[in-house]
């Protein structure tokens, strides 16, 4: 999640310049029932942790914005004051293939701060909020890119051309020239960004009325466009490719600029398609909430001056809760849609709260307007039988079987590879294998089709530790792409061999209900394996069917296959397979 | 005497000293008891010391003895020692042919030995004041050496300090020495309460058969001397806390969900409108596969997702906008979340209320740290039933938490892609607040598409960090890869 650091004498600055006094102890109590974790807040510092659905707590500034509404009963407006400025852009229509959106603002006379050090402060926030937004809004300036500037060092009008490559100006950072294609080979932020242009033959390019380069979006802006520590007066440009991204991005910067008391100024934009726009619109988004939502999704009521002080909290404004006619279904399917004669509110939303998209997001901040904690008690009604997995009691009788027999049960990861599951063991894959297309190491490339390598790994983790061992694991494996569950065991011990092991497998079939009398029903038969088939050694090794069905194997591990694992210690052990036990089985009750 | 009670050994002294009136050292209680373990010899003489029979002599000495480099010295020189000899045989001793002449590690210290011993450095030579003295010096010190183990008495304190802040030169050491003279308590016990019984230490079948064990008297142990742990079999801790859980969620009235690992992102993320440009999706959070590399989907699922995810389809909603690719829907991953079975079971079962949970594995592509695995359990419980509500959501957690053992629960905001309203969970955990997992209601993007009918309050929280919390544990990998002895040693929870 994204994180901002704030200064402290930031926030009680802002608060200061609306009239409210900073509160440290109300940010700790109160700023996290807003929806945002604080990670430390002291006297200096303020850390939070910003959820991705909001990009308008990214600044200083956005978040004193609305700390003014929810901590301080200073309700805010749902919309942007503009006056009407004179600053033209002219969009060339050849931009429509380039980067069609193209959006600007004025913002004039902010306070930027009393001495330098606020200033500072000032600058750094406003350039990390533009990254912020960046990563927030256009995944990384892919949709939208932000330009700011100080309007005082260029001269509108600005005209937005489609260059050819070999156009050349002085980008930021830098003391001289380059060419639109070796910003994008050498400058840092060129071969950041390159990509994003990828395969095109002309590029975008922002001039002002001398021809002097504001910026070449979404790389970077001209060196003499900076803003510096005597800047009040400032350009924004916004370019990019999602109309909505690029609104609420320009919103956002003239709002950080507003909170420092800066007026925005609107610009006429002459757009690729030959329109004039004026921008920013700045204008609240209308939505339509159904009240029924407060009782049926989150089992309140509220009365209508409840509601107003709950959104008026979240910087929402309510207009009215108007009663509608009869036009609509009794029931409802969609939480979108009133019921007959049913009541809704017709809400003004911010158009920087990129978050809104249904009314079931107005009807959660009504809801953290009105505080979480003070929700009633509502219990579930209808009365429902839990029922367990299908094997959940084989599962049970498997762990009690072997714990009792002194197996400690373990766990391994399912990602193995084939070296393990299958070359190592001397198996061959009889099913498909799960294969990751971006594994994290080499040796977790593919899902495992057998427990008995996880098993045998973690001995080899453990020759530290005195003998013996006698290891369990129940666990799922994929074969098929699909999950089977399998229980395997392992004994390391100095003496016992397959007579042990035989003695084991014979308590654990007596656990499970299966004889070795061939007249029972659960018949358990055990045959030699005689060839060195998967790791077992031949003649010492045995497969068990009941009633037929080949369950599982069990006998000494061949030396050769413990060597690998680099085990020098005798070992045997088996492994099952669960779903299959639990098909021949059943349920003794 | 009625309350006497002696030892076969404390018998066996007393008969032996009574009547005496030396002093017995150890060595004279071995050979008149005809023992070999000086251990029997001492607990005996303090045993009847103890029980006021005997009197007990502790006579404690501090010895120097030579330590490890101190043989060395003795049989190569010490190192000042040796250096002076190569001062005086050398022609040009100088501090460049000394470093050529002594490995760094001699030279060094070798050095302030000198120096301390009246050589000093004049124009880079190596020159003594008083060349007497200092060979006299060096003959003391090697002198003393080998005279060792001395009483600390008998050396002089000087040179003892001296030697002892070199490294293993030499090691003073406390030795006790005991010796026990008969007092006339001992000297008045009735011989005939000093014959040795027999003491039985294994109680066995055959003793127990025959009757010798009747007069026969059975030997105290220290009980408070650890034995060896026998080797035991017993459940993972993650296997507890799964089944602490199931039996929680089944006793609420919740059915158990099993589903498979691999799954198509359009049921992970797209059926829970994830937007497919979502970091959470790109190839450094979520393993694709190569196989299966795609997996069919149903086209009414494709439409609908498309549609809720480009316009928000009929539900109301914006949608997300831009362009929805079937392609990225059909790709083969491992879950990253169990929310994938939920949704695809509400798909199945849209009209039925139900409540159904899942306690099981999740994939992330995490490298394995301290903290990270790239798959750990994850538990997620939904109720889907009429006048289903964030309040109840709520009341249910509390009643879950609480059955726990966590009877304090709160909650606030949180954020979820595919719940909204959405919690974050803290309970009450040894006295401080502990965040324990996240809830909300699915959005209706998520639900309405699929035609289910009533609200859908949904919980979950990953098993691996409780797991370390309750075991103290500050390793993930512990849980996976673990120690034996370790895992062993842990409480059953």
Redesign the interface.
Same mark, same amino acid.
């Given at each position: 999640m994204p994180t901002i650091t704030v200064q402290q004498k930031t926030l009680e600055m802002l608060l200061e310049l609306q009239g409210l006094t900073h509160n440290i102890e109300e940010i700790q109590d109160k700023l996290p029932l807003l929806g945002t974790d604080i990670d430390s807040c002291d006297a200096d510092q303020l850390v939070i942790e910003i959820f991705p659905d909001r990009p308008d707590l990214l600044s200083a500034e956005t978040l004193s914005h609305s700390m003014r509404s929810y901590l301080h009963d200073d309700y805010t407006k749902p919309n942007l004051n503009i006056n009407t400025g004179d600053v033209v852009f002219h969009v060339d229509s050849e931009l429509s293939n380039i980067r069609p959106i193209i959006l600007g603002a004025v913002v004039k006379g902010v306070h930027t701060g009393s001495n330098d050090e606020e200033i500072d402060i000032f600058i750094k926030g406003l350039m990390e909020h533009q990254e912020k937004l960046h990563f927030a809004l256009g995944g990384g300036r892919k949709k939208v890119s932000i330009g700011v500037h100080d309007l005082e060092t260029i001269s509108p009008p600005f005209r937005v051309k489609a260059c050819e490559p070999d156009t050349r100006f002085i980008p930021l950072a830098m003391d001289e020239e380059m060419s639109l294609s070796e910003i994008l080979e050498k400058h840092p932020k060129g071969m950041e960004y390159a990509d994003l242009l990828e395969g095109m033959d002309k590029f975008p390019v922002i001039f002002d009325s001398d021809d002097k380069v504001l910026s070449f979006p979404p790389i970077i802006n001209g060196s003499h466009t900076t803003v510096s520590n005597t800047t009040k007066n400032f350009l924004i440009d916004v370019t990019g490719w999602d109309r909505r991204a690029c609104e609420t991005a320009l919103s956002l910067i003239c709002l950080q600029l507003t909170a420092r008391n800066g007026v925005i100024e609107s610009v006429t934009v002459n757009n690729c398609k030959g329109e004039a726009e004026i921008q920013p619109s700045g204008k609240s988004n209308i939505v339509e909430v159904p009240m029924r939502l407060l009782p049926e999704i989150i089992g309140i009521n509220l009365s209508e001056e409840e509601i107003r002080v709950s959104l008026q909290r979240m910087g929402m404004s309510l207009i009215e809760i108007t009663q509608i006619g009869d036009d609509y279904p009794d029931s409802p399917e969609k939480m979108s849609m009133p019921e007959k004669g049913g009541k809704i509110a017709i809400v003004e939303v911010p158009n920087w709260r990129f978050d809104i998209l249904h009314p079931i997001d107005i009807i959660e901040d009504i809801i953290i307007g009105h505080g979480y904690e003070n929700l009633p008690s509502s219990k579930p009604t209808s009365s429902m039988t839990g029922v367990p997995r299908v094997d959940h009691n084989m599962r049970r009788r498997l762990r009690e079987s072997l714990q009792g027999l002194g197996f400690t049960q373990i766990q391994s990861l399912t990602l193995s590879n084939d070296a393990d599951q299958f070359e190592n063991m001397r198996w061959t894959a009889n099913h498909e294998v799960t294969r990751i297309t971006n594994p994290i190491t080499i040796d977790h490339t593919l899902l495992r089709h057998h427990l008995l390598p996880g098993i045998l790994r973690l001995l080899s983790k453990n020759k530290h530790n005195e003998l013996p061992h006698s290891v369990y694991e129940l666990g799922t494996v994929v074969r098929d792409h699909k999950n089977k569950n399998r229980v395997a065991f392992i004994t390391a011990e100095k003496s016992g061999g397959f007579a042990a092991v035989r003695g084991r497998i014979q308590a654990m079939m007596q656990d499970l209900g299966a004889s070795f009398d061939a007249d029972s029903k659960m018949f358990a038969e055990i045959s030699a394996i005689e060839d060195g088939e998967g790791p077992w050694l031949a003649g010492r090794s045995a497969k068990i069917e009941i009633n037929g069905v080949h369950v599982g194997c069990f006998g000494e591990i061949d030396p050769t296959i413990s060597e690998i694992f680099e085990l020098s210690v005798p070992l045997n052990g088996a492994e099952f397979d669960v779903d299959l036990l639990l098909e021949v089985l059943g349920d003794p009750v | 005497m009625e309350n006497l009670s002696l030892t076969n050994p404390e018998r066996r002294l007393l008969s032996k000293m009574q009547g005496t009136s030396n002093h017995w050292t150890v060595q004279e209680v071995l050979s008149a008891c005809e023992w070999n373990d000086q251990a029997i010899a001492v607990g005996a003489g303090e045993g009847l010391a103890n029980q006021g029979l005997v009197e007990q002599i502790i006579d404690s000495k501090t010895i120097v003895q030579i330590g490890k480099n101190g043989i060395e010295a003795l049989e190569n020189g010490l190192l000042e020692s040796r250096l002076w000899s190569w001062i005086c045989e050398s022609k040009e001793a100088t501090m460049s042919s000394l470093s050529q002449n002594f490995e760094r590690s001699e030279a060094g210290p070798g050095i302030g030995l000198l120096k301390k011993l009246g050589v000093s450095i004049q124009g880079g030579a190596l020159v003594a004041q008083d060349p007497d003295a200092v060979e006299k010096e060096i003959q003391a010190r090697s002198e003393f050496l080998s005279s060792l183990p001395k009483n600390i008495e008998d050396c002089d304190p000087g040179m003892v300090d001296s030697m002892k802040s070199r490294k293993e030169l030499i090691e003073v050491s406390e030795t006790t020495s005991r010796t026990w003279i008969v007092a006339a308590e001992g000297n008045a016990i009735d011989s005939s309460l000093l014959v040795e019984k027999e003491i039985i230490s294994e109680i066995t079948p055959e003793l127990l058969q025959s009757d010798s064990w009747r007069d026969a008297e059975f030997r105290r142990f220290d009980v408070t001397l650890d034995s060896a742990i026998p080797? %035991? !079999?017993?459940?993972?801790p993650? $296997?507890a806390l799964i089944e602490r859980i199931?039996s929680i969620?089944?006793?609420?009235?919740?059915?158990?969900l *099993?589903?498979?690992? *691999?799954q198509t992102a359009g049921w992970n993320m797209d059926a829970l409108f994830i937007p497919q440009?979502h970091?959470a999706r790109e190839? $450094?959070d979520t393993?694709? +596969?190569?196989?299966?590399?795609s997996i069919d989907l149903k086209k009414e699922h494709l439409e609908l997702w498309k549609s809720v995810h480009e316009s928000?389809g009929? #539900? !109301?909603? #914006?949608?997300w $906008?831009?362009t929805f690719s079937e392609d990225i829907s059909k790709k083969?991953l +491992?879950r990253t979340h169990t929310t994938v079975n939920t949704i695809q079971y509400l798909a199945d079962n849209p009209d039925k209320?139900?409540?159904v949970f899942s306690v099981d %594995?999740v994939?992330r592509?995490?490298?394995?740290d301290r903290t990270h695995?790239? =798959?750990f359990h994850q538990i997620e419980g939904i109720?889907m =039933?009429e006048? &289903?509500?964030? &309040?109840?959501l709520?009341? #249910?957690l509390k009643t879950f938490y609480a059955k726990m053992g966590y009877p304090e629960v %709160?909650?606030?905001? &949180?954020?979820f892609?595919y719940t =909204?309203?959405?919690?974050?969970v803290e309970v009450k955990w040894r006295g401080k607040w502990l965040e324990l997992g996240g809830a909300g209601?699915f %959005?209706?993007?998520v639900t =309405?598409p699929l035609g289910v009918?009533h609200?859908v309050c949904a919980w979950g929280m990953g098993l691996e960090r409780l797991a370390m919390l309750v075991l103290g544990l500050d390793d993930i990998r512990q849980?996976?890869?673990?120690? +034996?002895?370790w +895992?062993?040693s842990q409480p059953i929870l």
């Amino acid at each position: 999640m994204p994180t901002i650091t704030v200064q402290q004498k930031t926030l009680e600055m802002l608060l200061e310049l609306q009239g409210l006094t900073h509160n440290i102890e109300e940010i700790q109590d109160k700023l996290p029932l807003l929806g945002t974790d604080i990670d430390s807040c002291d006297a200096d510092q303020l850390v939070i942790e910003i959820f991705p659905d909001r990009p308008d707590l990214l600044s200083a500034e956005t978040l004193s914005h609305s700390m003014r509404s929810y901590l301080h009963d200073d309700y805010t407006k749902p919309n942007l004051n503009i006056n009407t400025g004179d600053v033209v852009f002219h969009v060339d229509s050849e931009l429509s293939n380039i980067r069609p959106i193209i959006l600007g603002a004025v913002v004039k006379g902010v306070h930027t701060g009393s001495n330098d050090e606020e200033i500072d402060i000032f600058i750094k926030g406003l350039m990390e909020h533009q990254e912020k937004l960046h990563f927030a809004l256009g995944g990384g300036r892919k949709k939208v890119s932000i330009g700011v500037h100080d309007l005082e060092t260029i001269s509108p009008p600005f005209r937005v051309k489609a260059c050819e490559p070999d156009t050349r100006f002085i980008p930021l950072a830098m003391d001289e020239e380059m060419s639109l294609s070796e910003i994008l080979e050498k400058h840092p932020k060129g071969m950041e960004y390159a990509d994003l242009l990828e395969g095109m033959d002309k590029f975008p390019v922002i001039f002002d009325s001398d021809d002097k380069v504001l910026s070449f979006p979404p790389i970077i802006n001209g060196s003499h466009t900076t803003v510096s520590n005597t800047t009040k007066n400032f350009l924004i440009d916004v370019t990019g490719w999602d109309r909505r991204a690029c609104e609420t991005a320009l919103s956002l910067i003239c709002l950080q600029l507003t909170a420092r008391n800066g007026v925005i100024e609107s610009v006429t934009v002459n757009n690729c398609k030959g329109e004039a726009e004026i921008q920013p619109s700045g204008k609240s988004n209308i939505v339509e909430v159904p009240m029924r939502l407060l009782p049926e999704i989150i089992g309140i009521n509220l009365s209508e001056e409840e509601i107003r002080v709950s959104l008026q909290r979240m910087g929402m404004s309510l207009i009215e809760i108007t009663q509608i006619g009869d036009d609509y279904p009794d029931s409802p399917e969609k939480m979108s849609m009133p019921e007959k004669g049913g009541k809704i509110a017709i809400v003004e939303v911010p158009n920087w709260r990129f978050d809104i998209l249904h009314p079931i997001d107005i009807i959660e901040d009504i809801i953290i307007g009105h505080g979480y904690e003070n929700l009633p008690s509502s219990k579930p009604t209808s009365s429902m039988t839990g029922v367990p997995r299908v094997d959940h009691n084989m599962r049970r009788r498997l762990r009690e079987s072997l714990q009792g027999l002194g197996f400690t049960q373990i766990q391994s990861l399912t990602l193995s590879n084939d070296a393990d599951q299958f070359e190592n063991m001397r198996w061959t894959a009889n099913h498909e294998v799960t294969r990751i297309t971006n594994p994290i190491t080499i040796d977790h490339t593919l899902l495992r089709h057998h427990l008995l390598p996880g098993i045998l790994r973690l001995l080899s983790k453990n020759k530290h530790n005195e003998l013996p061992h006698s290891v369990y694991e129940l666990g799922t494996v994929v074969r098929d792409h699909k999950n089977k569950n399998r229980v395997a065991f392992i004994t390391a011990e100095k003496s016992g061999g397959f007579a042990a092991v035989r003695g084991r497998i014979q308590a654990m079939m007596q656990d499970l209900g299966a004889s070795f009398d061939a007249d029972s029903k659960m018949f358990a038969e055990i045959s030699a394996i005689e060839d060195g088939e998967g790791p077992w050694l031949a003649g010492r090794s045995a497969k068990i069917e009941i009633n037929g069905v080949h369950v599982g194997c069990f006998g000494e591990i061949d030396p050769t296959i413990s060597e690998i694992f680099e085990l020098s210690v005798p070992l045997n052990g088996a492994e099952f397979d669960v779903d299959l036990l639990l098909e021949v089985l059943g349920d003794p009750v | 005497m009625e309350n006497l009670s002696l030892t076969n050994p404390e018998r066996r002294l007393l008969s032996k000293m009574q009547g005496t009136s030396n002093h017995w050292t150890v060595q004279e209680v071995l050979s008149a008891c005809e023992w070999n373990d000086q251990a029997i010899a001492v607990g005996a003489g303090e045993g009847l010391a103890n029980q006021g029979l005997v009197e007990q002599i502790i006579d404690s000495k501090t010895i120097v003895q030579i330590g490890k480099n101190g043989i060395e010295a003795l049989e190569n020189g010490l190192l000042e020692s040796r250096l002076w000899s190569w001062i005086c045989e050398s022609k040009e001793a100088t501090m460049s042919s000394l470093s050529q002449n002594f490995e760094r590690s001699e030279a060094g210290p070798g050095i302030g030995l000198l120096k301390k011993l009246g050589v000093s450095i004049q124009g880079g030579a190596l020159v003594a004041q008083d060349p007497d003295a200092v060979e006299k010096e060096i003959q003391a010190r090697s002198e003393f050496l080998s005279s060792l183990p001395k009483n600390i008495e008998d050396c002089d304190p000087g040179m003892v300090d001296s030697m002892k802040s070199r490294k293993e030169l030499i090691e003073v050491s406390e030795t006790t020495s005991r010796t026990w003279i008969v007092a006339a308590e001992g000297n008045a016990i009735d011989s005939s309460l000093l014959v040795e019984k027999e003491i039985i230490s294994e109680i066995t079948p055959e003793l127990l058969q025959s009757d010798s064990w009747r007069d026969a008297e059975f030997r105290r142990f220290d009980v408070t001397l650890d034995s060896a742990i026998p080797k %035991r !079999g017993k459940s993972h801790p993650m $296997q507890a806390l799964i089944e602490r859980i199931r039996s929680i969620f089944l006793e609420m009235g919740f059915s158990e969900l *099993v589903d498979d690992y *691999v799954q198509t992102a359009g049921w992970n993320m797209d059926a829970l409108f994830i937007p497919q440009d979502h970091p959470a999706r790109e190839m $450094q959070d979520t393993f694709y +596969l190569d196989n299966p590399k795609s997996i069919d989907l149903k086209k009414e699922h494709l439409e609908l997702w498309k549609s809720v995810h480009e316009s928000g389809g009929d #539900t !109301g909603s #914006t949608g997300w $906008q831009g362009t929805f690719s079937e392609d990225i829907s059909k790709k083969g991953l +491992l879950r990253t979340h169990t929310t994938v079975n939920t949704i695809q079971y509400l798909a199945d079962n849209p009209d039925k209320p139900c409540r159904v949970f899942s306690v099981d %594995r999740v994939f992330r592509k995490e490298a394995i740290d301290r903290t990270h695995l790239p =798959e750990f359990h994850q538990i997620e419980g939904i109720i889907m =039933e009429e006048g &289903a509500t964030l &309040a109840m959501l709520v009341d #249910t957690l509390k009643t879950f938490y609480a059955k726990m053992g966590y009877p304090e629960v %709160r909650v606030r905001p &949180a954020y979820f892609p595919y719940t =909204e309203p959405s919690l974050e969970v803290e309970v009450k955990w040894r006295g401080k607040w502990l965040e324990l997992g996240g809830a909300g209601i699915f %959005r209706p993007e998520v639900t =309405e598409p699929l035609g289910v009918k009533h609200p859908v309050c949904a919980w979950g929280m990953g098993l691996e960090r409780l797991a370390m919390l309750v075991l103290g544990l500050d390793d993930i990998r512990q849980l996976y890869i673990s120690d +034996l002895d370790w +895992l062993n040693s842990q409480p059953i929870l």
